[in-house]
């Protein structure tokens, strides 16, 4: 089953929620969360069926608290992570990234088709 579409992401950590949405199209995944976060990168399909690998660098803006607790940075960085996302569908995840000791839990769903 091919990933293509638009996905809704809630997320959380040990301090705080946010929301984001994420768009994968032709091998390439891009997105935004209400923190201002970014998402760019890539997935190709997954060894296990149905599901899809994802690849993505986060782009935080200057003086941004993040829900996993990481000190507010005052000059713009990035991160990258990596997770398999179920296809058209909906994942529970728990996500670790290199700025905090602890994981972030995802909720992806997913919301459309992309328009042709």
């Not at 201002?36 to 599901?51: A, H, I």
């Not at 296809?87 to 088709?113: C, G, K, M, S, Y």
Request: proline fraction near 9%; aromatic fraction near 10%.
């Amino acid at each position: 089953m091919a990933p293509e579409g638009m996905y809704g992401v809630a997320f959380a950590g040990i301090a705080g929620t946010g929301q984001g949405v994420l768009v994968v199209n032709n091998g390439v995944a891009y997105g935004y969360d209400v923190g201002g976060g970014k998402y760019d990168g890539t997935y190709t399909s997954s060894k296990s069926p149905g599901y899809f690998d994802l690849r993505l660098r986060v782009t935080v803006p200057p003086g941004t608290s993040l829900v996993q607790g990481a000190p507010i940075q005052p000059m713009e960085y990035a991160f990258d992570i990596n997770c398999s996302l179920k296809a058209r569908a909906e994942t529970i995840v728990d996500v670790l990234t290199p700025v905090a000791p602890t994981p972030v839990r995802a909720h992806i769903q997913f919301l459309r088709d992309v328009p042709n």
